[in-house]
Nanobody
């Protein structure tokens, strides 16, 4: 089992920045890909960014050039640096961890609100 705890959300003005953190514990040696997702009220959950154990990344088109995902394997952390935030980035942000043979584990989420 893997436990994930997100932090760093909050209220920010449009154009501002936030850095989200996700701390992993439990069977962390088995974690493969880690992801950030978001879900706004009334909308489907969206995959925002992905990072492999080796540091390869992928991003949703909506955040490319503005968000940066990174991970620190020694500290069992994954981060999401969010820049040039827009009101449409307002959402509940979740991190997830893929573990072979066990599946996908989720955190509880952290709220990000961007005011115009």
């Amino acid at each position: 089992q893997v436990q994930l705890v997100e932090s760093g959300g909050g209220l920010v003005q449009a154009g501002g920045s936030l850095r989200l953190s996700c701390a992993a514990s439990g069977s962390i040696f088995s974690i493969n890909v880690m992801n950030w997702h978001r879900q706004a009220p009334g909308k489907q959950r969206e995959l925002v960014a992905t990072v492999t154990p080796g540091g390869s990344t992928n991003y949703a088109d909506s955040v490319k050039g503005r968000f940066i995902i990174s991970r620190d394997n020694a500290k069992n952390m994954v981060y999401l640096e969010m820049n040039s935030l827009k009101p449409e980035d307002t959402s509940l942000y979740y991190c997830s961890a893929e573990v072979p043979r066990l599946g996908l584990f989720w955190g509880q989420g952290t709220q990000v609100t961007v005011s115009s």
